[in-house]
């Protein structure tokens, strides 16, 4: 619970234990301006002080519900759940925060239409499912709830939720907050999917990636593997020619490699690559590479290597 703004006052100069009246004529049963101040008046004072001090103290703390007031918050602001389970598509909205349950707790029920009776155009709503195990469909349109894609939304667990606003006549979706479900080597593969995200370590899966690539440089006749990826390792097979090893084999010798060459300018010829002609070449897990001035092998000074296909 949050604290209470306002802190209680007491009238600590109030005099609880008069002296005794025995009723006689004398100057100590006189009643003087003095005494009252002193006795009544100036405690009263100073107690109705302490009020009013405490109570604008307190009223600081409070949100005024003015039009154009800015209230800032330096603390949180928090709005406790209430459980609602839905009955023939619809629930009655009491609170800002609600968890959705199904009817008759079946595992999946649609949400219709949020019943409010004393809701303010303009009021805020935040839903979400009660259990994990229980799906509730938000259906747009169907009652007064309008989703930003026109389509439904599937609340198949219990963190993923909806926020939307009341303009006067139906429940507008704001946003929403839903697990981020990530794409499988599969579904890199199919393609198809527009609800899964793409991580870094599946997205070479999909047909248009690559799916490895390599670049090369010569010196006095010797390969080095400067940089790549999916490649564990080059052999140096004779003169202007090279295998490529991948890291990750292909699903089959299906697939397509690119080469390219470059010679130095001394070399005054263009230089041809491409997959070496030996038999069982590309294999699934290594491809040889051809650099060729007009029929003969020649090192080129850089090579690279680009293959695509599936894994």
């Known amino acids: 619970m949050p604290t209470n703004p306002y802190t209680e006052q007491n009238d600590t100069g109030f005099n609880a234990s008069p002296p005794p009246d025995d009723g006689s004529q004398t100057s100590a049963n006189e009643i003087t301006w003095a005494g009252i101040k002193t006795k009544l008046a100036d405690p009263i004072l100073a107690f109705v002080e302490a009020v009013d001090d405490a109570v604008a103290a307190a009223f600081a703390k409070v949100i005024n519900t003015d039009a154009d007031e800015n209230n800032a918050m330096g603390g949180s602001l928090a709005f406790t759940e209430s459980e609602l389970t839905i009955t023939t598509g619809a629930v009655t909205v009491t609170r800002t925060a609600h968890s959705i349950d199904t009817e008759s707790d079946a595992a999946s029920d649609d949400l219709d239409t949020l019943t409010a009776s004393s809701v303010s155009t303009g009021a805020w709503l935040l839903i979400r499912a009660n259990n994990a195990a229980r799906t509730v469909v938000v259906k747009h349109s169907t009652g007064n709830i309008l989703t930003a894609d026109d389509a439904d939304f599937t609340m198949d667990d219990d963190q993923k939720f909806m926020l939307l606003q009341y303009n006067g006549t139906n429940w507008q979706e704001i946003s929403r907050s839903s697990p981020v479900s990530y794409a499988s080597q599969a579904q890199q593969e199919a393609g198809s999917s527009t609800t899964v995200a793409v991580s870094p370590g599946t997205q070479q899966y999909h047909d248009s990636a690559l799916k490895g690539w390599g670049s090369v440089t010569w010196s006095g006749g010797t390969p080095t593997l400067n940089d790549s990826y999916n490649v564990s390792g080059i052999v140096d ?21 690119v080469a390219m060459g470059k010679r130095d300018a001394a070399g005054n010829l263009d230089i041809n690559a491409g997959i070496d002609s030996t038999a069982s070449n590309p294999a699934v897990g290594a491809c040889a590479v051809a650099f060729n001035i007009g029929a003969s092998g020649a090192d080129p000074t850089v090579g690279c290597v680009m293959a695509s296909g599936d894994q």
């Open 237 to 257: 097979d004779a003169a202007g020619r090279i295998t490529f090893t991948w890291d990750t084999d292909f699903s089959s010798v299906n697939y397509c490699v």
